[in-house]
């Protein structure tokens, strides 16, 4: 299927600022997308809040507007710009929120522009808790028994009906923001409040808590003609109850034998499917540790985190191929930019291991809870290669420059876990201490 003959100008939509819970893989996926629909010809307009990214210079798209992610000044922008189409995907979940904003104030009915790469209703079902939890029933995909709440009381209603401990998900964030697992009424009502308030339309998803199975990532390509492929699969260290951009994670999985990768596999494929996202697209699995019993977590209508990390460890350009297929093109016509040989519609294969490794701030942030929930606490990431997982950790562990040079550099085999947790204790005081005196961290 050829490019699409009536796009011939888009607006891109950024991340915004960089915040915790955020990297910076969205500037590198948007920097991606303006410079491979500029190959094509087509004339892009930036919109992004924050100026200290690559994607703003001047070089990357056509003009760059450095204004507030807003529909006001979308809606100015667009009246001003004339483009025929709006890319939401590559903003992160910014500008995912930014595009159903506008679909719903009608702007871009009004203005006769078109979504690209993904439609509303598409955002809609993976992003609306009562959607998604709908379509997954309607296809045969497990999910954890869960209901929408949009007051504190029914919250806590339902929490105590499905029964503690609960996971709290608000509908529209980032990042775990707002989220988190509850073990009684009272952290219930507190996790309930804030999430109602961070939620785009004050919602959050009550559902049980599946705490303590592993966490299973895939990342998925799909097309317009419906042509699909895994990109990679990822496994998390830490199992589910921790956000993955607090877990180590490694592609590919280390712990999953033939059956449950094709049966994790196949789910994935069948559920981009059935949502009919037409790009880049990440699904979360919470795997049994001993049965094959699972249940899907959460889609990503859009360029994630995992998606940096996919790109990087498989050299497989997600961005770049998701913003030509967004202009029409299917994936048997895109070449791979990194191999220059292949198309994108070849499955990569590693014979290699990636580990990737959270950078914890708590060196900064003394008083913070290091407690590791839902809610992302990282500030960025390492990854590292190697032909097997223990150089690839240790190299990890290196390259997070905290002055630990492996996992033997300090041995605390001997103590036990009260001990571990004074000693713990005694270095948060010893930091207070020094934070006191003026020492910066």
């Known amino acids: 299927m050829p490019k699409n003959p009536e796009i ?5 939509i950024g991340s915004g600022p960089i915040v915790i819970g955020q990297a910076a893989e969205f500037d590198s996926a948007g920097t991606q997308a303006c410079r491979s629909l500029k190959e094509e010809g087509i004339e892009v307009v930036l919109l992004n809040s924050n100026p200290a990214t690559i994607m703003t ?79 997954m029933e309607k296809i045969g995909e497990p999910v954890a028994p869960s209901e929408i709440v949009e007051d504190v009381n029914t919250g806590l209603a339902v929490a105590k009906e499905i029964g503690y401990p609960v996971v709290l998900r608000p509908a529209y964030t980032l990042g775990g923001s707002g989220g988190g697992i509850a073990c009684n009424e009272e952290q219930c009502a507190e996790i309930l409040e804030n999430g109602l308030r961070l939620s785009r339309v004050g919602q959050v998803l009550v559902e049980r808590c599946i705490a303590g199975w592993k ?53 994935a494929l069948k559920i981009i499917t059935e949502l009919g996202i037409t790009g880049g697209c990440n699904v979360q699995y919470a795997l049994h540790p001993e049965s094959f019993e699972y249940c899907v977590i959460e889609v990503n209508p859009r360029v994630s985190r995992s998606s940096a990390l996919a790109s990087k460890a498989t050299g497989y350009p997600i961005a770049k191929v998701a913003a030509k297929i967004a202009l029409g093109y299917t994936l048997d016509e895109i070449k791979n930019a990194v191999t220059k040989k292949t198309y994108a519609s070849f499955e990569p294969m590693l ?16 008083s913070a809870k290091r407690t590791l929930t839902t809610q992302m606490k990282a500030t960025g990431e390492v990854m590292r290669i190697c032909d097997n997982f223990e150089g690839a950790l240790m190299k990890a562990i290196r390259s997070l420059e905290q002055h630990v040079d492996c996992l033997l550099s300090y041995d605390f085999s001997a103590l036990s876990k009260e001990e571990i947790l004074e000693k713990l204790e005694d270095v948060t005081t010893y930091l207070k201490d020094d934070l006191g005196k003026g020492i910066e961290f």
């Not at 011939?8 to 891109?12: D, G, P, R, T």
């Not at 507030?68 to 890319?87: A, H, M, R």
């Not at 104030?105 to 992003?127: C, S």
Request: with cysteine; proline share 5%; aromatic share 4%.
């Open 8 to 12: 011939k100008k888009v607006l891109v």
């Open 57 to 135: 210079d001047k070089d990357i798209a056509d003009r760059v507007y450095i204004e507030p992610l807003t529909t006001e000044v979308v809606e100015q922008l667009i009246k001003k710009e004339k483009p025929d189409s709006v890319l939401p995907t590559l903003g992160g979940q910014a500008g995912l929120n930014l595009a159903m904003e506008l679909e719903e104030a009608g702007i871009l009915k009004a203005n006769n522009v078109r979504l690209i790469g993904t439609t509303a209703l598409t955002i809609k079902k993976a992003e609306d808790r009562e959607m998604f939890k709908e379509t």
């Open 215 to 267: 966490e299973i990532e895939y990342e998925v390509m799909r097309d317009g003609a419906g042509n699909v492929i895994t990109v990679c699969n990822m496994e998390n260290i830490d199992p589910v109850g921790v956000h993955t951009g607090d877990s180590i994670v490694v592609a590919p999985s280390q712990t999953l034998g033939d059956k449950e990768y094709q049966m994790l596999r196949t789910s």
């Open 351 to 366: 014979d290699y291991c990636v580990v990737k490794m959270p950078r914890l701030p708590f060196d900064k942030f003394i």
